[in-house]
């Protein structure tokens, strides 16, 4: 599977910012599919998880829940990350990825996710 990140930029404290992950191959497996986030210098921090079919269950790390909703067009193949409410410590540059066919998200491990894109950056200020 193939993954393509789009939609960051920069915006003020408070404001809204829509990802958006294009997906591409294999798409009809279920997976998770996931964002993360990483600064230099910091590990590679989980942020949201859908798991990619027809119920899209979802999970959050503490630090967004309440402020990003992750979802899915499966239509479309492409997998949102809906950011409001940024904080200047959502800063970063996010990246989309996908574990193995069958797998579900069930916490977000960034060793576990075998597939990446080339990200995209955030700046809140």
């Known amino acids: 599977v193939q993954l393509v990140e789009s939609g960051g930029g920069s915006v003020q404290a408070g404001g809204s910012l829509r990802l958006s992950c294009a997906v591409s191959?294999?798409?009809?497996?279920?997976?998770?599919i996931a964002w993360f986030r990483h600064d230099l210098g910091k590990d590679r921090e989980g942020v949201a998880g859908i798991y990619w079919s027809d119920g899209g269950a979802t999970t959050y790390v503490d630090s967004v829940r309440g402020r990003f909703t992750i979802s899915q067009d499966r239509a479309k193949n492409v997998v949102y990350l809906q950011m409001d409410s940024l904080k200047p410590e959502d800063t970063s540059s996010y990246y989309c990825?996908?574990?193995?066919?069958?797998?579900?998200?069930?916490?977000?491990?960034?060793?576990?996710?075998?597939?990446w894109g080339q990200g995209t950056q955030v700046t809140v200020s």
């Open positions: 191959g294999r798409t009809a497996s279920s997976r998770c």
């Open positions: 990825a996908a574990k193995r066919p069958g797998i579900h998200c069930a916490g977000l491990v960034r060793s576990s996710f075998e597939y």
